[in-house]
């Protein structure tokens, strides 16, 4: 299989399909065969700047776990990945001061290894959150081994006994979840209304020894350069981008920002549904992720977030909170950020199933790049 440039929409960094085959000989599988199977060939997979569609990584995931018949596949998978894996992000990851930094990292930058999943990382009272939130549809599996990397990276940087305060996610339990217990080492909670880790702050602001900013630094770089690449060509991407600075003036309508993006709004409209979007969706989207952004690390006012935002007044905006949460600003807020009309998973799921609930894309990388110095 050809693998894509850096122009693809729901892409995913070729690292991803090497981990596979090194856990699936692991598993005592054939991972070339396999990958093969999947439409995947080793030895034409591309460089480190190599993506591939996610749709063929669905399939990947399909034949694997077909293969192995394990429930904890994913769980296991993320102890193949090396920080070289996720291109520059790794670097950084690595010579990030703390583990809120190396967090907000993730967080901003996480499209160098794929725009499928987007994340949401604040401190709510005496802890610190930690969202991982579907984009579009993937399989549970892969959750895990989100979860499993994430933690892999938190111990690397400050010690192998760290643990979280607890894991929660919306897939059901599994049957046997010795696997989770024993690499996890947190207390677990499934069929959740998220996919989210908890940790205690002292662990979070930590000072690391093995921090370097200067590297940091350069590794932001290289990661703001490749993700500008990957979205040239994006035209979904581009219009956040012009909403994201047009908001505080005002909606901004199609028209407007079709012309300052030199298309015609006919243009425009055809663009985004050939991404299976449309400009309403973005615009709803966007306001959405930015509102939780700014009520969960600020303490912006309603009518501040309402200006911000683009509403002509705080009614307005306030009916638009309720329709994405199900509460006001200020019931969110007190709720700690756990209000959300997302159901749960299926109670019991067959290997592979995927997880359905797609959030909006995560608050930070929709707001400007320029939150990690």
Excluded at 80 to 96: D, N, R
Excluded at 220 to 237: G, K, Q
Excluded at 252 to 257: G, I, L, R, S, Y
Aim: glycine letters at 8%.
């Amino acid at each position: 299989m050809g693998t894509l440039g850096a122009t693809h929409q729901n892409s995913i960094l070729v690292t991803w399909v090497r981990a596979f085959g090194r856990a699936l000989d692991a598993a005592g599988c054939d991972g070339s065969g396999l990958l093969a199977q999947a439409g995947f060939d080793l030895s034409h997979l591309g460089g480190p700047d190599a993506r591939c569609p996610l749709t063929k990584t669905g399939k990947l995931w399909q034949v694997a776990l077909e293969a192995t018949g394990d429930e904890a596949f994913g769980v296991k998978l993320a102890s193949y990945f090396t920080h070289t894996a996720f291109h520059a992000l790794g670097y950084g990851l690595s010579a990030s001061s703390t583990l809120k930094e190396a967090f907000e990292r993730v967080q901003q930058y996480a499209p160098v290894v794929s725009d499928a999943v987007g994340y949401r990382f604040y401190r709510c009272g005496a802890e610190y959150h930690f969202y991982i939130e579907p984009r579009t549809e993937v399989p549970i599996e892969a959750i895990d081994a989100l979860v499993g990397m994430h933690l892999r990276m938190c111990r690397s940087l400050i010690g192998r006994d760290f643990s979280p305060l607890s894991v929660e996610l919306r897939r059901p339990r599994p049957v046997v979840i010795d696997e989770f217990e024993r690499l996890w080492r947190a207390p677990l909670c499934f069929n959740a209304e998220h996919n989210r880790l908890r940790f205690d702050p002292m662990s979070i602001e930590r000072v690391l020894d093995s921090g370097n900013p200067e590297l940091a630094r350069l590794s932001d770089a290289v990661s703001a350069r490749y993700l500008a690449r990957i979205e040239r060509h994006n035209m979904e991407a581009r219009v956040r981008m012009v909403l994201t600075q047009g908001l505080p003036q005002g909606e901004p309508t199609q028209e407007a920002v079709a012309e300052i993006l030199n298309v015609s709004a006919r243009t425009l409209q055809r663009k985004l549904s050939d991404s299976g979007t449309t400009f309403s969706r973005i615009l709803d989207d966007l306001r959405r992720a930015q509102a939780l952004a700014h009520f969960s690390t600020t303490q912006m006012t309603v009518s501040e977030v309402t200006h911000l935002l683009g509403f002509s007044c705080s009614s307005s905006f306030t009916r638009a909170f309720k329709r994405w949460t199900g509460l006001s600003p200020s019931e969110w807020r007190a709720s700690g950020g756990s209000g959300s009309r997302t159901p749960h998973a299926p109670l019991r799921p067959a290997l592979g199933t995927v997880d359905r609930h797609a959030q909006s894309p995560n608050p930070a990388y929709l707001l400007s790049r320029n939150g990690i110095r």
